[in-house]
């Protein structure tokens, strides 16, 4: 696959292994806080440079998924806060111009099979 690939099953795989890991947590907004933290360190010891965008994007499903229904943020406020999460991210790590010391940092646009996945989780 090449770098625009995006390849839903292995976003399905991702999401159904983290929440077959934890199916023993219940009620459910409890299994799917530990799925979603499941997946949240898997990125950061299996992916720390970012590189594979299934499995960000699951992360982002989960995240959206336990957030809406444990009832801590609603189904509009998520979908305001996928949508606008790149353009907040980009505007984060843009350098200011006039600090010669600001940090360019690389910054990986995600595909738009991510902005779907983080809205089908809410």
């Known amino acids: 696959m090449g770098w625009w690939s995006f390849d839903d099953s292995k976003v399905q795989g991702y999401i159904n292994r983290a929440m077959a890991k934890n199916a023993s947590f219940q009620p459910i907004d409890t299994q799917l806080e530990r799925a979603w933290y ?4 898997q990125r950061k010891t299996d992916d720390p440079d970012g590189d594979d965008r299934e499995l960000a994007a699951a992360e982002h499903y989960m995240y959206a998924r336990w957030q ?3 009832g801590q943020t609603s189904e509009a406020m998520m979908r305001l806060l996928v949508l606008g999460y790149d353009p907040a991210k980009l505007i984060g790590y843009h350098p200011i111009p006039r600090d010669p010391q600001a940090r360019r940092t690389f910054l ?4 738009h099979g991510q902005h779907e996945m983080g809205l089908q989780g809410n």
């Open 108 to 111: 990986v646009t995600p595909l």
């Open 38 to 41: 499941a997946l949240y360190s």
């Open 68 to 70: 809406v229904c444990s």
